[in-house]
């Protein structure tokens, strides 16, 4: 893994499907995968292969840590960064969503201008994290 | 608690797209705030797919507001708000999806008095939303 280049989005909201890939393909011209749901990210994971995953918290079929949980028990998620989108930045809020195991957290809304650029600091985290592990 | 009824739409509010820049009469929340999210150097291809995700989202406005009008349920109402307001900031409807993350806040806290205050705040702004393409 050489630089950040695949990012699979999981996000319930079409029009916020749409922001998230203008901001990533238009803006941070990475390859990126737009799934609906959790039961979606978790079909189209072991094909994609991504460097990162942006989740949405609040989803009406899986749960964000729903969905993390179960993308970690993928062989090929293994140490993918996990960055969790919500609104809800309460501190004691963000304390338990990080508690799932994600790597980080973006609040919603985005600048759709600079997300590419926002994301890239978990991404090297989580490089950095799977190579002290492996 | 159930939504509270929608006030007359606003008068005199248009806006439109000229020269791949959003221009607005509306002095609440109107596109007239987007152009401060896309950077000055943002290649012309670019501004141009942002502005038309812009316009596709605003058009999708009535629909969302169906939503909320319409909700039967606190459940139903709470989630077309956290998806309007997740939505709306990325956009540039920064005081649309404030008001609609207020509405959310005081729905989820069965606020009635609050929510009622917060919705006739919002609903005024999806007004002034609407778009008429010049």
């Avoid at chain 1, 957290?105 to 985005?110: A, C, T």
Wanted: hydrophobic share 45%; glycine share 10%; proline share 8%.
């Amino acid at each position: 893994m050489t630089d950040l280049k695949r990012v699979m989005c999981v996000e319930d909201d079409p029009d916020i499907r749409m922001i998230l890939e203008f901001s990533l393909v238009n803006v941070g011209g990475l390859e990126v995968c737009c799934c609906a749901g959790g039961r979606d990210a978790l079909a189209q994971a072991p094909n994609f292969r991504p460097d990162l995953v942006l989740l949405d918290v609040m989803m009406p079929d899986l749960s964000g840590p729903e969905t993390l949980t179960a993308l970690r028990e993928l062989p090929e998620m293994q140490g993918v960064p996990v960055v969790f989108m919500t609104a809800k930045a309460m501190p004691d809020e963000v304390e338990q969503l990080l508690q799932h195991g994600a790597t980080g957290l973006i609040v919603k809304p985005f600048d759709p201008m600079t997300l590419a650029r926002d994301i890239r600091p978990y991404w090297e985290h989580g490089r950095g994290a799977g190579a002290g592990a492996g | 608690m159930g939504a509270a009824p929608a006030p007359a739409p606003a008068e005199g509010v248009s806006a439109g797209v000229d020269d791949g820049r959003f221009t607005a009469d509306s002095p609440a929340d109107s596109p007239a705030d987007i152009p401060g999210n896309i950077p000055a150097d943002l290649p012309a291809a670019q501004r141009a797919a942002f502005v038309q995700l812009q316009r596709r989202f605003q058009c999708g406005l009535p629909a969302r507001r169906l939503a909320i009008t319409g909700a039967t349920s606190d459940g139903a109402l709470q989630s077309a708000l956290h998806r309007l307001a997740g939505a709306a900031g990325g956009y540039g409807f920064t005081a649309l999806g404030a008001a609609a993350r207020e509405a959310e806040r005081c729905c989820a806290a069965a606020d009635a008095p609050g929510l009622a205050a917060a919705l006739h705040t919002l609903y005024g702004l999806l007004d002034a939303a609407q778009v008429t393409v010049r």
